[in-house]
């Protein structure tokens, strides 16, 4: 089936720009979304990008899209150590998520 | 509103064993989700339902099965548990399916011995 790629782990010192990647399969997806899993808790959206975007900014979040080589990424700037977190991409679309790369911030 | 909540927080079932999972959402979602969340594989779709009186199969349904009988419960069902069926599962909602958020409940976490 098709499958959403992300890595496992990422840890940046805090005041750092963090960037999570990942690739997806499915090319009719209209939209990718970026989730936000603390600790104990469920998934929250954290943003989304239509699929005839190449980025969209929102705050501290910049998410690219490159559509020909089907690549996402999540770039967080001036992270916090409130950034800690699994972070799960998706695609929408047959709603597959990647495993999650879990965001390790250091003081 | 309290979104989506889900029970129980916890379970620990014996081989063999049955149990049923309940979500419910307060936002008149249409859509509802059972995902499973294991270590290093991410959400896994269990299955899902795009309105009251139906569901449909996701990516991992064996050993599950669904209803949806009131538009804001979807029920989750093992017949027979097996170790396999360890998970931390999830329920999840959204308005309609492409481009719009879904809404998380906090997780069950199942043990199966």
């Known amino acids: 089936g098709e499958d959403v790629e992300q890595s496992l782990f990422l840890s940046v010192r805090e005041g750092d720009s963090s960037v999570i990647n990942c690739t997806y399969t499915?090319?009719?997806?209209?939209?990718l979304y970026w989730y936000k899993q603390e600790p104990g808790a469920g998934l929250q959206l954290l943003t989304y990008?239509?699929?005839?975007?190449d980025m969209k900014q929102d705050q501290r979040l910049t998410v690219l899209l490159n559509k020909k080589d089907k690549h996402l990424s999540l770039r967080i700037a001036d992270t916090q150590t409130g950034d800690s977190a699994i972070y799960f991409c998706a695609e929408s679309g047959d709603m597959r998520f990647g495993a999650g790369t879990r965001l390790t911030v250091k003081p | 509103n309290a979104g989506v909540t889900q029970t129980p927080k916890f379970r620990v079932l014996k081989t063999g064993q049955s149990m049923t999972l309940l979500c419910a959402q307060d936002?008149?979602?249409?859509?509802m989700y059972w995902y499973r969340q294991d270590p290093g594989m991410g959400l896994r779709l269990i299955h899902y339902s795009v309105g009251e009186g139906t569901t449909a199969k996701g990516e991992v349904p064996d050993g599950y099965n669904v209803s949806r009988l009131k538009k804001q419960n979807f029920l989750l069902g093992l017949e027979s548990a097996a170790p396999s069926q360890t998970s931390v599962y999830f329920c999840?909602?959204?308005?309609?399916?492409?481009?719009?958020?879904?809404?998380f409940g906090p997780g069950t976490r199942l043990t199966v011995l």
């Open positions: 499915d090319s009719s997806s209209t939209y």
């Open positions: 936002m008149n979602h249409e859509y």
């Open positions: 999840a909602s959204s308005y309609s399916s492409s481009g719009n958020e879904q809404f």
């Open positions: 990008i239509f699929s005839n975007m």
